[in-house]
Nanobody, 120 residues
Framework: VQLQAYGGGLVQAGGSLRLSCVALASTFNYFEMGWHRQAPGKEREAVSCVSSSGVATYQAEFAKGRFTISRDGAKNTVYLQMNSLKPEDTAVYSC??????????????WGRGTQVTVSS
């Protein structure tokens, strides 16, 4: 698995989670990375994206003010800090080298996701 997401779990509404997307190779550091999510019965949607230099390039409306994306090149890891979680944030979260949820990643495959469940 070239990309693996960690950090999901069950949390109450209003709680926080920090997701990590760990890449096996430092090559991923050269690419824009995106966090995406897919809820049951819904299409995948982009959550937030970050450039290779660590600048956020995209933030979905639902994520603004609540989610923060960052990356640590030394650890080949991209993070998604999620605060003030809502039940509608329940989904499988995954990462890839694209900010387009409908496109093939620029490099490597879609990462293996992590389940986030927010209870009301």
């Amino acid at each position: 698995v070239q990309l693996q997401a960690y950090g999901g779990g069950l949390v109450q509404a209003g709680g926080s989670l920090r997701l990590s997307c760990v890449a096996l190779a430092s090559t991923f550091n050269y690419f824009e990375m995106g966090w995406h999510r897919q809820a049951p019965g819904k299409e995948r949607e982009a959550v937030s994206c970050v450039s290779s230099s660590g600048v956020a390039t995209y933030q979905a409306e639902f994520a603004k003010g609540r989610f923060t994306i960052s990356r640590d090149g030394a650890k080949n890891t991209v993070y998604l800090q999620m605060n003030s979680l809502k039940p509608e944030d329940t989904a499988v979260y995954s990462c890839a080298t694209t900010c387009n949820p409908g496109a093939e990643p620029v490099f490597g495959p879609w990462g293996r996701g992590t389940q986030v469940t927010v209870s009301s």
